[in-house]
T-cell receptor, first 111, second 117 residues
Framework: LAKTTQPISMDSYEGQEVNITCSHN???????ITWYQQFPSQGPRFIIQ???TKVTNEVASLFIPADRKSSTLSLPRVSLSDTAVYYC????????????FGKGTRLHILP | DADVTQTPRNRITKTGKRIMLECSQT?????MYWYRQDPGLGLRLIYY???????NKGEISDGYSVSRQAQAKFSLSLESAIPNQTALYFC????????????????FGPGTRLTVL
C-alpha cells in the first residue's frame, strides 16, 4: 500500500492561495492520487483526483510532477469556510478497500 | 451528502449492549463501506461490501459485524459494545468502476456519533 505523508497542520489567511503537499514515494503504476476535504462532524468530501501533470476543477488544482512521488493540492483565494482537514490518498481506482485515510492536514484559515 | 443517510445520528449506550447502526443510500451504488474515526485521527475501514451479500473485513473488523441484504442498505452491528468503540462512524458508497480513467470517489454519510459508557 502506498503510504502518504503530509503536514499535520497549516495556517493561512483569507484571500491567499494555499498549497498542501503530499509525499508518496512508493506510488505504484496503477495508483491515482485523490484528495478529500472534511469539515468537523461531517463525512469527507471528494475534491479532486489525478494521475499525472495537472488537473483543475472548480474547487482546486492538483499538480503532480513527472516522477509522481509527490503531489500538491492548490486552493485559490481561500476563505474562512475552507478551514477543514484535507486528506491525500493514493490507490488504484476501483480498489477503495485498499486506500488509507491518514491523519490529513488540518488547514486553519485566519481572517 | 443527502443521498447517503445514517441512523441514528447520535447514540449513547452502555458496555455490553448490542447496537446497530444503519446506512441507506439512494445513489444506486454497488459498493458500501463502514469507517470509524477517532478524535484527531483519520478514518479506518471496518467492513466493506461490493454487492448484496458480499462482506469483506477491513482494517479493524474485530468486535463488529455487518449485513448487506439489499443494495441500498448496509448495517453495522456491535455485538457487545465496549468503551473503546466510542467513535464517529461513517458509511460511504462508491460506484463500480466503469473505466480506469474516471474519478473513483466515495460519497459519505453524515456520520453517527456513538458513545459507549
Amino acid at each position: 500500500l502506498a503510504k502518504t505523508t503530509q503536514p499535520i497542520s497549516m495556517d493561512s489567511y483569507e484571500g491567499q492561495e494555499v498549497n498542501i503537499t503530499c509525499s508518496h514515494n512508493n506510488i505504484a503504476t496503477n495508483d491515482y492520487i485523490t484528495w478529500y476535504q472534511q469539515f468537523p462532524s461531517q463525512g469527507p468530501r471528494f475534491i479532486i483526483q489525478g494521475y499525472k501533470t495537472k488537473v483543475t476543477n472548480e474547487v482546486a488544482s492538483l499538480f503532480i510532477p513527472a516522477d509522481r512521488k509527490s503531489s500538491t493540492l492548490s486552493l485559490p483565494r481561500v476563505s474562512l469556510s475552507d478551514t477543514a482537514v484535507y486528506y491525500c490518498l493514493v490507490g488504484e481506482n476501483g480498489r477503495d478497500d485498499k486506500i488509507i485515510f491518514g491523519k490529513g492536514t488540518r488547514l486553519h484559515i485566519l481572517p | 451528502d443527502a443521498d447517503v443517510t445514517q441512523t441514528p445520528r447520535n447514540r449513547i449506550t452502555k458496555t455490553g449492549k448490542r447496537i446497530m447502526l444503519e446506512c441507506s443510500q439512494t445513489k444506486g451504488h454497488d459498493r458500501m463501506y463502514w469507517y470509524r474515526q477517532d478524535p484527531g485521527l483519520g478514518l479506518r475501514l471496518i467492513y466493506y461490501s461490493f454487492d448484496v451479500k458480499d462482506i469483506n473485513k477491513g482494517e479493524i473488523s474485530d468486535g463488529y459485524s455487518v449485513s448487506r441484504q439489499a443494495q441500498a442498505k448496509f448495517s453495522l452491528s456491535l455485538e457487545s459494545a465496549i468503551p473503546n468503540q466510542t467513535a464517529l462512524y461513517f458509511c460511504a458508497t462508491s460506484a463500480r468502476l466503469v473505466t480506469s480513467g474516471s474519478p473513483n470517489e466515495q460519497f459519505f454519510g453524515p456520520g453517527t456519533r456513538l458513545t459507549v459508557l
